[in-house]
């Protein structure tokens, strides 16, 4: 069996630090819910503010994923950045609040795609309180290739990068 998981040998703190950036710097995520039978998903835009050690979202009042939440709000969220091989998953509760303040604070620029102002009364703002996460950090694009034309050449599995899970 070729498949490998790198140990990763940053200290815990570290592995933190570039789980939120990584998070902050892609933005778009895969947002997950469960439904009591299967999980869906669905790209949402994150604001990430590790000082607050929260992830927030603008959602409207309506939708599929508000219930889910109410009942199991166990949620996770993934980053891909595929180009660069970086890829970053974080879980943890998650909880919506009609926060106007929050919401307005959070209000940017292209939230007018979805509604007309901050202080559209069907806004709500999802909290994610991040428990853990993990992470896959390869050196980019072009290490990668060389590492797997390599490992294709050596019978062997290839070391792209790091991987570490850790708590948040």
Sequence with gaps: MKERQDDNPKPPEEVRDRIWELAEKIDICMFTTWDGGAQQSRPLSARVRRGEHAIYFLVDESGEKNAQLE??????????????????????????????AKIAELWTKADEAWWEDADDPTIRLLTLTPERGELWDSPGK???LVKMAAAVVTGAAPQMGDNAKVDL
């Excluded at 009942?71 to 106007?100: E, H, I, M, T």
């Design 71 to 100: 009942r199991f709000p166990v949620v996770s969220c993934a980053w891909a950045d595929n180009g660069a091989y970086k890829y970053v998953l974080v879980s943890g509760q998650g909880r919506l609040s009609n926060d106007r």
């Design 142 to 144: 072009a290490v990668a």
